[in-house]
C-alpha cells in the first residue's frame, strides 16, 4: 500500500527569546505526522516509528520550496507568513519632543 507524503511549506516567525529577524528570512518544508505518537509504559516517554518527522528543508524561498515539492511529488499546503501586528519602539522615543502623548509619571 502506497501512502502519499504530505508536507507544510511556511516561514517561521521569530521565537520570544529572539530580539532579531535571524533564521526568518529561510522557509522550511516539514513533512506531516503519518502516525500517532505512542506513549512508552514504562519510561512515559512519546515516541514515533514516522522518521520523516525528523525531516527540516530549508528553501531560500517558497519557489524554491515548492518546486521541490512537485519535483519529488510531495503533497503540499503552503502556510503564509503572519507578520506582527504592531512595530517595534525603541526606547529613546520615549523621550522625544514631539510625542503623540504627553510623558508622565
Request: net charge positive.
Amino acid at each position: 500500500m502506497f501512502q502519499f507524503m504530505t508536507a507544510k511549506i511556511y516561514r517561521p516567525a521569530k521565537t520570544a527569546m529572539q530580539s532579531g529577524k535571524a533564521k526568518t528570512h529561510l522557509w522550511l518544508l516539514e513533512f506531516d505526522q503519518e502516525e500517532p505518537r505512542r506513549i512508552d509504559p514504562i519510561l512515559g516517554y512519546t515516541s514515533s516509528g514516522d522518521m520523516k518527522q525528523q525531516v527540516r528543508l530549508t528553501f531560500e524561498s517558497q519557489e524554491l520550496a515548492e518546486a521541490y515539492a512537485k519535483r519529488e511529488g510531495i503533497e503540499y499546503r503552503v502556510v503564509q507568513p503572519k507578520e506582527p501586528a504592531r512595530q517595534a519602539a525603541s526606547y529613546t522615543d520615549n523621550f522625544r519632543f514631539n510625542r503623540s502623548q504627553p510623558w508622565t509619571h
